[in-house]
């Protein structure tokens, strides 16, 4: 009779046991995806340069006048 009564026992804890070894398992992996999707999300920012980036080049002057050059002259209408 103790044995049958401890089976049952047994039987039981087994499935306690079983029940939150799932229970934790489907935890582990859901915070795993949230994790996941968190880092995502933040690595699509806007990208930051390192270094400085450089300016667009400036026009060059025509030497000895500090003046930009001159547009070349459209052929008149007629």
């Known amino acids: 009779m103790m044995k049958t009564e401890q089976a049952k026992s047994d039987e039981r804890d087994n499935k306690r046991v ?17 994790y996941n999707l968190l880092i995502q999300t933040r690595e699509e920012g806007p990208v930051k340069p390192e270094t400085p980036t450089q300016s667009a080049p400036q026009l060059q002057t025509t030497p000895g006048t500090g003046n930009p050059p001159a547009a070349p002259a459209s052929p008149p209408r007629q």
């Open 18 to 34: 079983f029940r939150w070894g799932i229970g934790a398992a489907i935890t582990v992996l859901l915070l795993a995806l949230l």
